[in-house]
């Protein structure tokens, strides 16, 4: 955890409001915004606390991030420090990309090897390492193509969102795979054991079968917790005003 900084004039030249993205630089400390009155005060960076910073994403920190981003997103990203947290992000993106592999194989794996319904084959271990492989790197690829997608969008709607601080964002919001992992694992494991074979499962609606349509729509399910997480994050940040020992540009409107 690093220091806040003591003494700090705000609102400084790159000064927004929190709430409506109005410039706010020149204003008193203890004026209201223009544009839409909230207290000039509220969007000081001394309100933003949370700071994650640390060389090495220890097992305790873990777990208070995963507390953090997964309980009270909201709020934490409305206490998220507007500057760099080293490392750590991406520390965290790689350890729910990890875990979310892991719950998946380990769902669809334990299923196929213990809870068997009459016609279901056991699913051998080297597909459940492969499968546990392919969506640890497929999350982290995801998350990165997200990353690219906010910082875009950002700059199309005038937010200060640039991909650093988009980054981050993903990073954090990445424990939203770890239940989108859970309900992956259940409904790979329940198409598996109910679906497939079933005559119903190959049917076909035009050109596509019922049974790819299931998995398609399981792939889409599975990115809700991740994109609505983003999204809480993104509208958490987007005038947020850094801290005073980093740079930061208006935005192009
Ligand atoms: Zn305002």
């Not at 705000?10 to 706010?24: H, K, T, V, W």
Request: glycine share 8%; aromatic share 14%; with cysteine.
């Amino acid at each position: 955890m690093a220091d806040q900084p003591t003494t700090f004039a705000f609102p400084n030249q790159d000064a927004l409001c929190e709430r409506c993205g109005y410039s706010i630089k020149g204003l008193a400390s203890d004026a209201a915004c223009p544009e839409c009155g909230q207290p000039v005060a509220e969007s000081s960076p001394t309100k933003r606390t949370l700071v994650l910073a640390g060389p090495w994403l220890t097992l305790k920190l873990y777990a208070r991030m995963l507390g953090l981003f997964l309980l009270r997103p909201k709020q934490s990203f409305r206490s998220l420090a507007i500057r760099s947290d080293g490392v750590i992000p991406e520390q965290f993106l790689f350890r729910n990309s990890f875990l979310a592999g892991l719950i998946i194989s380990a769902i669809v794996f334990i299923g196929s090897a213990f809870i068997i319904p009459p016609r279901f084959h056991t699913i051998p271990i080297q597909s459940a390492l492969i499968l546990f492989i392919a969506c640890s790197i497929g999350i982290s690829l995801l998350t990165y193509i997200e990353m690219l997608g906010v910082t875009a969008f950002s700059r199309r709607r005038g937010w200060r969102v640039p991909f650093p601080l988009a980054q981050r964002i993903c990073c954090l919001a990445s424990v939203g795979w770890l239940p989108g992992a859970a309900f992956v694992g259940l409904g790979i494991w329940m198409i598996q054991a109910f679906g497939v074979g079933r005559p119903w499962f190959d049917h076909l609606l035009g050109l596509v079968r019922v049974g790819w349509l299931l998995y398609a729509g399981l792939f889409v399910l599975s990115f809700l917790w991740f994109e609505t997480l983003v999204w809480i994050a993104v509208r958490q940040v987007r005038f947020a005003n850094a801290w005073p020992d980093l740079p930061q540009s208006t935005p192009k409107t």
